[in-house]
């Protein structure tokens, strides 16, 4: 009563699915090499575009960035004004809190504390 009947298919059944696996793995691993190459050929595409993209803005690029470092100086010079103005005008501190300008701290001498500071009159 030794029955060893599976029900696995014949040799040939067998032979016949590896070999259509093996189509379908060689079919597979084409269309990836296929679609690989057209990514790289793309994005090769996409890079020397930008490149020339680049080269062609640097020149204004550099104009902007040295017109900028030029008034440098002056925008420091109005951002001060506005600070000091902020400093004797308490209803315009809103205005350089919402724009990030903080006023250094205040230093106190001992002739002049800060406390002793009077209040701009309101219009």
Known sequence: MNETETNSPAPGELA?????????????????IVVSGTLT???YRQASVTRKDISAVRPQAEKIISVFNQNRAGMQAFVSQLVIYGQTHAD???VLKKYGIVPPP????PAKPAAAAPAAPKK
């Not at 070999?19 to 691993?29: D, E, G, I, N």
């Not at 205040?106 to 001498?109: G, S």
């Open 41 to 43: 050929v793309y994005l």
């Open 106 to 109: 205040a230093t106190t001498t």
């Open 92 to 94: 315009f501190q809103p």
């Open 16 to 32: 016949g699915q590896v070999l259509a696996l093996q189509r379908q793995v060689f079919t597979l691993l084409l269309a990836l």
